[in-house]
């Protein structure tokens, strides 16, 4: 079966790298909402939805959110646990564990909006599950 359908990674010329289409969306973050009912550590515990909930709305108020902007979005474990709570922003896959509603405004209005790294936020790069 074929399709004549146009493909959007299509090189532009023999032998080119293949260029995907411009990203949907500036960038991505994702906050683990993971919940462990066995006691183990998770960042359900720390309040991750409300962080979360936080970050949705402070995107929203900034008009940052939408199609060429920012997208707020829920996950599960990231396998990084010990580290909780955590997010991670992409296309720069920088991660973060943060305490509070200032936390995550720093990261909105400095990170999501300006591309800055908020250092101070920084997951400890040795630390995992
Ligand atoms: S429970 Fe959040 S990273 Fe694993």
Redesign the pocket.
Known sequence: MSSTAPNPVTPAAPGAAAQPEASYFKRHIFF?L?ERSNGQE??AQHDAQAAFDHCKAAVKAAGLSGPGQVRVNKAG?????AA???AVVYPEGVWYTYVDNADIDDIVQLHLAKGEVVTRLLTPPDMG?
């Open positions: 683990c993971n998770c960042c474990c990231l396998d990084r646990c909780g709570p955590v599950r």
